[in-house]
């Protein structure tokens, strides 16, 4: 059974950095792509930055230029998958939960539980 934890988040003053980890534990066959995406109360799961196997980044336009994703890490044994999200210059606006995604098929997805993140002063 594949489960992902994130961990890292946290309260930042408004203009500090967070980085984010995302360890998906397992035996996955195939990734297509992760990713980070969060979510603030009534508001619908937003994407924030996703990475493909091959290294191909995408971001939201919001975060463009302050936050980067890693590329995926995975170890000798192919039972951990590691990304990370750097988080720089944190706007209030950015508090919300991170969701940690692996997709390994064309709509099937593993999601972590999310962690916490808040800026505030």
């Known amino acids: 059974q594949v489960q992902l934890v994130e961990s890292g988040g946290g309260l930042v003053q408004p203009g500090g950095s967070l980085r984010l980890s995302c360890v998906a534990s397992?035996?996955?066959?195939?990734?297509?792509?992760m990713g980070w995406y969060r979510q603030t109360p009534g508001q619908q799961r937003e994407v924030v930055a996703t990475?493909?196997?091959?290294?191909?980044?995408?971001?939201?336009?919001?975060v463009q230029g302050r936050f980067t994703i890693s590329s995926i890490s995975r170890d000798n044994t192919g039972t951990k998958t590691t990304v990370n999200l750097q988080m720089d210059n944190l706007k209030p606006e950015d508090t919300a939960v991170y969701y940690c995604s692996l997709r390994y098929g064309l709509r099937s997805f593993y999601w972590g539980r999310g962690t916490q993140v808040t800026v505030s002063s």
């Open positions: 990475i493909t196997s091959d290294g191909t980044t995408n971001y939201a336009d919001s």
């Open positions: 397992g035996r996955i066959l195939h990734i297509l792509s």
